[in-house]
């Protein structure tokens, strides 16, 4: 199980790996698996004080991808040839075993006898010539029960969820949940679309461009590009050039945001001049995608309960040119008097299990344990019934999740509607059918597309 939360920071982290492909990838998996440091954010810390070239730059990303993802099959394997307790063996050896299996395994371009050396060398740059000696028996003998057949996964018949969880990279315990409401074949679909590859989204900023013109900005720069199916101001990168470039020349054109988070804030429908309130801000994108919608005219209240995501907040808005928000601190489960009734609009983004957007986001399978699916309704209805308190007679509320759990979404809602006999859904379009809803849930294995939950709650 990996630890939750964030540690040191790469460059925190006195080591002698090699500044190579391998040795980047072996850095920032010690600060993911062993220090809690989240996929993106130690890749990137790592690769900008970096000097390697693009290809080991690609080769260090997918190696640290792969390997945080198909995690729980890389320890199936290495756990048949293996003596010992896979946590009895050094964290810097076990990634290093970890990192080498997932070549061996899933990236056929690269030569075994080139994966089993590189771990060789690159063992004993952080450790001792009996280290490289047991990486390299353990690796030879993979390939040898491989070549031999030994390593099959168990039989469907006998352990469906087990199969699946080996075949796709999930922890058992979730796909076993998942096959309840979601049968084989939707499970399955579900799988698979979270090992995907996520394409970069950008949200356009309105309040300096258009679409049109962003992505003829974008074209020219040589990225592949089309506009969003789902939301009138997104654009899906296929390919892109440099995203550090891009910002340079673009630093105030686009905010990088998934397509179903984009849907949130026009729901909202916050005018011009609004007193707007988002409970659960950082870092920033939805409250930033309000502020556009408002033409910068108004005011946003951007709230959040850890001060140093104040700062993305900051950051965000002041890159885009956008000075109608504050960030504040704030524990939104606590009332405050001063808000009572205060704001045109209150949008609750509920902090969430993440069960939607698992293929953004490497490590959360592995972070995430069942009993933590029980903490975050309580959170979520705590917040909400907050938040109702703040909306001005004639206001609207929207209570969006990035999860695909329903005792957070559908039922929650249901809970506190049971509650607060005063309150309703209001009926809005489907995005992409046209149709009238009550409640938008997007499912990846449906919708191919993040999983996310939004609804409009109004007073009666």
């Given at each position: 199980?990996?630890?939750?939360?964030?540690?040191?920071?790469?460059?925190?982290?006195?080591?002698?790996?090699?500044?190579?492909?391998?040795?980047?990838?072996?850095?920032?998996?010690?600060?993911?698996?062993?220090?809690?440091?989240?996929?993106?954010?130690?890749?990137?810390?790592?690769?900008?004080?970096?000097?390697?070239?693009?290809?080991?730059?690609?080769?260090?990303?997918?190696?640290?991808?792969?390997?945080?993802?198909?995690?729980?099959?890389?320890?199936?394997?290495?756990?048949?040839?293996?003596?010992?307790?896979?946590?009895?063996?050094?964290?810097?050896?076990?990634?290093?075993?970890?990192?080498?299996?997932?070549?061996?395994?899933?990236?056929?371009?690269?030569?075994?006898?080139?994966?089993?050396?590189?771990?060789?060398?690159?063992?004993?740059?952080?450790?001792?010539?009996?280290?490289?000696?047991?990486?390299?028996?353990?690796?030879?003998?993979?390939?040898?029960?491989?070549?031999?057949?030994?390593?099959?996964?168990?039989?469907?018949?006998?352990?469906?969820?087990?199969?699946?969880?080996?075949?796709?990279?999930?922890?058992?315990?979730?796909?076993?949940?998942?096959?309840?409401?979601?049968?084989?074949?939707?499970?399955?679909?579900?799988?698979?679309?979270?090992?995907?590859?996520?394409?970069?989204?950008?949200?356009?900023?309105?309040?300096?461009?258009?679409?049109?013109?962003?992505?003829?900005?974008?074209?020219?720069?040589?990225?592949?590009?089309?506009?969003?199916?789902?939301?009138?101001?997104?654009?899906?990168?296929?390919?892109?050039?440099?995203?550090?470039?891009?910002?340079?020349?673009?630093?105030?054109?686009?905010?990088?945001?998934?397509?179903?988070?984009?849907?949130?804030?026009?729901?909202?429908?916050?005018?011009?001049?609004?007193?707007?309130?988002?409970?659960?801000?950082?870092?920033?994108?939805?409250?930033?995608?309000?502020?556009?919608?408002?033409?910068?005219?108004?005011?946003?209240?951007?709230?959040?309960?850890?001060?140093?995501?104040l700062e993305l907040i900051a950051e965000n808005a002041k890159r885009l040119d956008i000075?109608?928000?504050?960030?504040?601190?704030?524990?939104?489960?606590?009332?405050?008097?001063?808000?009572?009734?205060?704001?045109?609009?209150?949008?609750?983004?509920?902090?969430?299990?993440?069960?939607?957007?698992?293929?953004?986001?490497?490590?959360?399978?592995?972070?995430?344990?069942?009993?933590?699916?029980?903490?975050?309704?309580?959170?979520?209805?705590?917040?909400?019934?907050?938040?109702?308190?703040?909306?001005?007679?004639?206001?609207?509320?929207?209570?969006?999740?990035?999860?695909?759990?329903?005792?957070?979404?559908?039922?929650?809602?249901?809970?506190?509607?049971?509650?607060?006999?005063?309150?309703?859904?209001?009926?809005?379009?489907?995005?992409?059918?046209?149709?009238?809803?009550?409640?938008?849930?997007?499912?990846?294995?449906?919708d191919e597309i993040d999983g996310f939950y939004i609804c409009i709650l109004e007073r009666?």
């Amino acid at each position: 199980m990996l630890k939750k939360q964030a540690g040191k920071k790469p460059q925190e982290r006195k080591t002698n790996y090699p500044d190579t492909a391998r040795g980047a990838a072996a850095l920032v998996l010690r600060m993911v698996l062993d220090d809690g440091a989240y996929t993106n954010i130690a890749l990137n810390q790592y690769l900008r004080g970096s000097r390697l070239s693009d290809l080991d730059r690609r080769l260090a990303t997918e190696l640290v991808y792969g390997t945080v993802k198909a995690l729980g099959t890389l320890d199936w394997y290495l756990a048949q040839c293996v003596t010992r307790p896979l946590d009895k063996v050094a964290p810097e050896i076990l990634c290093i075993l970890r990192m080498s299996a997932y070549q061996l395994l899933y990236m056929e371009r690269i030569p075994a006898s080139a994966a089993c050396n590189e771990a060789v060398k690159l063992t004993r740059s952080v450790s001792h010539e009996g280290s490289a000696k047991f990486v390299n028996g353990v690796l030879r003998g993979l390939l040898r029960k491989q070549a031999a057949g030994e390593l099959s996964f168990p039989e469907e018949a006998e352990d469906d969820a087990g199969y699946l969880s080996l075949k796709y990279y999930h922890p058992r315990w979730l796909v076993k949940r998942w096959l309840g409401p979601w049968g084989r074949e939707g499970t399955e679909r579900l799988l698979a679309f979270d090992n995907s590859a996520a394409p970069v989204c950008l949200r356009v900023n309105t309040l300096v461009t258009t679409r049109e013109q962003l992505l003829s900005s974008l074209a020219e720069a040589g990225a592949q590009v089309r506009p969003s199916e789902w939301s009138a101001d997104g654009i899906v990168c296929e390919k892109l050039p440099s995203l550090h470039a891009l910002m340079a020349a673009l630093p105030k054109h686009f905010y990088i945001q998934d397509e179903s988070s984009m849907l949130v804030a026009p729901l909202l429908a916050a005018a011009p001049g609004m007193r707007v309130l988002d409970l659960c801000s950082a870092p920033g994108g939805k409250t930033t995608h309000i502020a556009q919608l408002m033409q910068n005219k108004g005011e946003i209240i951007a709230c959040d309960v850890h001060e140093h995501k104040l700062e993305l907040i900051a950051e965000n808005a002041k890159r885009l040119d956008i000075t109608c928000i504050e960030p504040l601190l704030n524990d939104a489960t606590v009332e405050r008097s001063e808000w009572l009734g205060a704001f045109d609009r209150v949008l609750v983004d509920a902090p969430c299990s993440g069960m939607g957007v698992l293929r953004r986001r490497a490590e959360a399978r592995w972070r995430k344990q069942r009993k933590d699916l029980k903490l975050f309704p309580p959170l979520q209805l705590a917040i909400l019934e907050q938040a109702a308190k703040y909306v001005k007679d004639g206001g609207r509320m929207v209570y969006s999740t990035c999860t695909i759990e329903q005792s957070e979404n559908h039922y929650l809602v249901e809970e506190f509607l049971a509650k607060h006999s005063e309150w309703q859904r209001v009926p809005f379009v489907h995005p992409r059918t046209g149709e009238e809803v009550a409640e938008l849930q997007l499912l990846p294995q449906v919708d191919e597309i993040d999983g996310f939950y939004i609804c409009i709650l109004e007073r009666k």
